[in-house]
């Protein structure tokens, strides 16, 4: 189910905690920018960098840093550059990454313009599963489930058994359907963003408690979100 809102008070609250949490992450993106322009090493394509543009960086346990880019995921060691291609069977076209995941169990997620991609620990090639999922643009791996965004909705599933898909938020579908941020917080909450909303579900109970935040610029009767990320203190 959904519970409510409550209160005007707690909804200028949340609403500002939001713009706040927006505003530091948007300082924070400056400030990488400028160490990165002043003290890292630049890679590109000539380094090794599969694609033009370069949408996600993720770390995985070993201190490898997996990179998503408009072409494909490379892997960086610190000294090598390795390179991972998705395939598209359909157009053959370059399989533009949106956004990487780690598992716990090793296995690496990656949401794309044409769907899901995993790539299995031990193995050397990404194949597409989800083949209900044309269209990712986020996915997080949180401890044995898989949580995969797009403009369809929020969809979840168990690592082990990728052939069940659910969507956990169908009742919202038409509404309120475009998910492009997922993130777990320390006690298990999922949160997510969606057009008007920011979004927590429980696992446990199966409930999501709604939240409108963000900058709203109101047209008669509708409001638009400009609210396009969170971020979670850990």
Sequence with gaps: GIEPFQTKNNLKDDM?????????????MVSVSLVHANGLTQMSLKE?????????FHEDKSGLM?????????????????TYRLENTETKNPVLVYRI????????YA??????????????HFKRICPNINFAEWVLAHKDKI????????FCMNERNTSKLLNIDKKNLETNNSVRCILADPQGNI???TRYHLNRYTPSTGKIKRIPVGIF?????????????????V
């Design 66 to 82: 997996w990179i998503a880019t408009s072409n494909g995921i490379n892997l960086y060691d610190g000294i090598n550059i390795q």
């Design 101 to 108: 995941s780690i598992s716990d169990s090793g296995n690496v």
């Design 217 to 233: 610029a109101s047209y008669g009767k509708t409001r638009v979100a400009a609210f396009a990320s969170v971020t979670v203190n």
């Design 111 to 124: 949401a794309t313009n044409t769907g899901l991609f995993v790539l299995m620990k031990g193995e050397n």
């Design 191 to 193: 949160w997510f963003t």
């Design 147 to 154: 949580y995969i965004g797009n403009r369809q909705g929020i």
């Design 48 to 56: 090794g960098i599969a694609g033009v543009s370069v949408t996600d």
């Design 16 to 28: 500002m905690k939001a713009v706040y949490k927006l505003i530091i992450t948007a300082i924070l």
